[in-house]
């Protein structure tokens, strides 16, 4: 068993896998990822994901040559508008309140085409257009909406798998069920890592350690510390893993902290699936993101939402909080019979979640109370309401159409009827049966809070100097101050493998230096010193 690498990864998930694959592109020889969690467990987060990137792209033609589900003929049938720099910058800023680290944001940004383009390239990653997720049928086009366009076949699932194909494909070793323990750092320089394997500790050297461990959403303690007691009840999306150790390790080396520690990536999601760990089998299928399409009311039967603020994918990952904070922590998602059609099956197929139909929305308010709802006639009155907002505004705005891919501005708000709470755009009346409902909780993603790092080199910086901390680089959720409070869909995958390019790039720089030298740590099995070479 080698104790020397050129470049150690804490972290088997997507972003881990970028910079261990970066690493070994740059002229890394020995690239090592060490994973606490078990074998079954690979690919962290990324597993779990529907597999969306958000990149710059000149338009279709831009992303046609990397996705492999479009023919010819489809081509000709699909409207897609450009998605440039600055728009991305803008929906990150404007979603984050204005309050990411501006430097970090751009630097993602400007690096995400290329990222994507290595992805697909040298990566071999299955792109695909996400005709299931980001666009409809409008007038017999597809039309992709909310500047996102990219997924991948089988969502997470493929993700990991064309990753794990390319680590062995590279050489790249994996140690499953050996966490990190604690850096090895001389004289401000990191040197390696302390894993524990069989029970045992074990000192690693390298000139370079990547961090891609996780946020600390799966641990209710640090949930419960940082975003509030409430959050104990959170479902885990995904791996029961992220527990924050990195950030422990990290401190222990002086790294500074930064970003929203009291935010986080929190979905609709089902509230029969597991608790403290997502599902292997059904993944992100347990996501409830058709809202848009209906109303969200909580047990007693009241709206706590705009469900039609803005598109899908810049609202879903935080209205998990906005249900978490309801009574129970829960809430029903509800629909009439024209919007069934446009859920998701993946989500809302009859195997996925449990539905609850009913002719009327009288027999719906019955069955509803013997899933948790408190008050039979605020929910019904609410849906009146509802009804009559929606009624009135149409009847003042005729030539309006229902459009799910644009911000329509069908909505509750008339000269005449206006709701406390408006919904604003894509607001049809829930008055034609039969009507469906499904129940939901709050799913948490990843948290925001992390370490700082410098926007060009992924390096880890110091809390007393600002600058890096040599040898030590992040990656993934772990990287703090490029969200907050909200992010838009399909970002974090997008971060993760471009801050990982850039730290597996810096670790091939570190490991030739230690070549150029003269002298690479080479801890033979007795634990010897060093090997000149």
């Given amino acids: 068993m080698s104790t020397h690498y050129d470049c150690i990864v804490v972290g088997s998930g997507y972003a881990g896998c970028s910079a261990a694959l970066a690493a070994v592109e740059a002229g890394c020889i020995s690239v090592l990822i060490v994973e606490k969690a078990p074998r079954d467990w690979v690919g962290g987060n990324g597993y779990f994901t529907a597999g969306a990137h958000r990149t710059v792209h000149g338009g279709l033609q831009d992303l046609l040559p990397i996705v492999r589900n479009v023919t010819p003929g489809q ?26 680290d501006i430097k970090l944001v751009r630097s993602m940004v400007e690096s995400s085409r290329e990222a994507v383009e290595w992805l697909a390239r040298t990566v071999d990653i299955p792109f695909i257009l996400s005709f299931h997720r980001q666009a409809y049928e409008v007038n017999g086009r597809q039309k992709f909406w909310g500047g996102m366009a990219l997924s991948t076949e089988d969502g997470g699932k493929g993700l990991i798998k064309a990753h794990m194909k390319a680590l062995e494909r590279a050489g790249v070793e994996i140690w499953f069920e050996s966490p990190a323990v604690r850096l090895r750092v001389e004289k401000g ?17 390298a000139p370079s350690v990547v961090l891609a461990a996780g946020g600390y959403e799966s641990s209710s303690e640090l949930r419960i510390k940082h975003l509030g007691s409430a959050w104990e009840k959170a479902r885990v999306r995904g791996t029961p893993f992220n527990t924050g150790d990195g950030f422990v390790m990290a401190q222990a080396v002086g790294a500074k902290l930064v970003g929203d520690w009291t935010g986080c990536h929190s979905t609709c999601w089902d509230a029969n699936a597991p608790a403290d ?30 469900e039609g603020q803005d598109f899908r994918n810049f609202t879903y990952a935080k209205f998990g909080r906005q249900i978490l904070l309801q009574p129970e922590g829960c809430a029903f998602q509800v629909w009439g019979a024209d919007m069934i059609p446009f859920l998701r099956k993946e989500e809302y197929g009859d195997e996925v979640v449990e539905k609850i139909f009913a002719g009327s929305m009288e027999e719906l308010a019955d069955k509803l109370l013997e899933k948790g709802l408190k008050d039979k006639e605020c929910f019904l ?17 005729p030539t309006l159409e229902w459009d799910p891919t644009i911000k329509d501005g069908l909505s509750t708000q008339s000269i005449t009827v206006a709701l406390q709470l408006p919904k604003s755009n894509w607001a049809l009346p829930i008055d034609q049966g039969p009507f469906l409902a499904v129940k939901v909780a709050c799913g948490i993603t990843f948290t925001f809070g992390g370490l700082a790092i410098d926007p060009d080199t992924a390096g880890v910086l110091s809390k007393e100097t600002d600058a890096p901390i040599k040898g030590l680089f992040c990656t993934g959720e772990m990287v703090g101050g490029l969200f907050h409070d909200n992010y838009p869909g399909g970002s974090g995958l997008t971060a993760g493998a471009v801050f990982g390019r850039k730290a597996g790039g810096q670790a091939a720089r570190l490991a030739k230096k230690s070549v ?8 033979d099995a007795a634990g010897g010193g060093k090997k000149v070479i």
Wanted: proline residues 3%; negative net charge.
């Fill in 75 to 100: 081509a000709l049938k699909i409207d897609m508008d450009p998605y440039t720099v600055e728009d991305f910058i803008g929906d990150i800023k404007r979603l984050g309140q204005d309050k990411p």
């Fill in 277 to 306: 760990a997502g599902d292997r089998e059904l993944s992100n299928q347990f996501t409830k993101s058709g809202y848009p399409l209906g109303i969200m009311v909580n047990i007693y039967g009241q709206r706590f939402v705009d």
């Fill in 516 to 523: 150029e030298y003269g002298v690479r740590a080479d801890l």
């Fill in 189 to 205: 320089t990191i040197t390696g890592l302390v894993v524990q394997t069989d029970g045992k500790e074990l000192n690693l050297t």
């Fill in 381 to 397: 009155n609410t849906v009146r309401n509802y009804n009559v907002a929606v009624q009135h505004h149409r009847a003042e705005h």
